[in-house]
């Protein structure tokens, strides 16, 4: 008999961490929201991925606020600003456009590999989703293929929001930039909802989980040690911030101790505390 195949196989697998943790908050019954597709979509595999890695289960905070900024800027922003399309890059396994109460009239595009979207597809066949919804299997490292589809986007939006979360991370600061000036470049592009992570968090997440993600060919490599303003000389302004850890703290899915540890770090300068802090959801503005 060979060894046996890690739970954590590929970049796609990454989903299937996301959509776990998800499913997990889903089945509390202080809930901070419900995910109803995330359970068929994991199936065993989520849970295994969550089970393999060191403190997987108790590891479900982060995600969590993430997902709770997200759904509330989303939301708020598409009413806000008249949004007509919106555009998940590296979308995996999320169910946002099925889950939100989005508009009728909204255009969703999730944009990731075929074999993650195809098993989505699968999954959610017979689901009904909130808005004009469409599943496009793409490489986003291919710059001529996303360049193609972008265009088509733009040629028939207005207003155009990008939501990148749980992708940013795992490409290099090169590659990020290069991601930048392309959605720059569209003129019914102006919004990108990006998660961020800094150098601090990719360094925690290298020493607590880097051998399962080196050997799934899923390093992370993007942390920004000046956050949002990374994107500046590209195109995009920053308008907000919010960061993963304050978030988890309000809502109460903190770790033990972070509360007082938040108070803390309030006696020590500012620009440490920011630096230390750069994993969140920024706002970019084209």
């Known amino acids: ?165 749980g992708f940013l991370m795992y490409l290099t600061p090169e590659t990020a930039a290069s991601l930048a000036i392309d959605l720059s470049q569209y003129p019914s592009f102006k919004f990108w909802l990006a998660e961020l992570l800094g150098p601090f968090q990719l360094k925690l997440i290298a020493l607590k989980w880097g051998k399962q993600f080196k050997a799934a060919n899923s390093v992370m490599g993007f942390g920004p040690a000046e956050g949002a303003a990374f994107f500046e000389e590209y195109g995009w302004t920053p308008q907000a911030f919010q960061s993963s850890f304050d978030e988890a703290i309000r809502i109460r899915r903190a770790p033990r101790g972070s509360a007082a540890l938040r108070q803390i770090l309030k006696l020590f300068p500012t620009f440490f505390v920011e630096r230390l802090n750069r994993a969140g959801i920024a706002l970019l503005r084209r």
């Not at 800027?73 to 109460?101: F, H, M, S």
Request: aromatic share 8%.
């Open 1 to 165: 008999m060979g060894p046996k195949t890690p739970p954590l196989r590929n970049i796609s697998d990454t989903a299937y961490l996301v959509a776990a943790y998800r499913a997990m908050e889903t089945e509390r019954k202080d809930a901070l929201f419900k995910d109803p597709f995330a359970k068929d979509l994991v199936g065993d595999h989520g849970i295994e991925i969550v089970e393999s890695l060191s403190s997987g289960k108790h590891s479900s905070w982060f995600l969590v606020a993430r997902t709770c900024i997200l759904d509330r800027w989303l939301q708020d922003i598409i009413k806000k600003e008249n949004i007509d399309t919106v555009i998940n890059l590296a979308a995996g396994l999320d169910t946002r456009a099925y889950r939100l109460p989005l508009p009728e009239s909204l255009r969703w595009y999730d944009v990731d590999l075929a074999p993650i979207m195809t098993h989505k597809e699968t999954v959610l066949k017979g689901q009904k989703p909130k808005c004009h919804y469409q599943i496009i299997k793409l490489d986003l490292s291919h710059k001529s293929d996303r360049a193609q589809f972008f265009a088509k986007v733009d040629k028939e939006s207005k207003k155009t929001l990008i939501l990148s979360e």
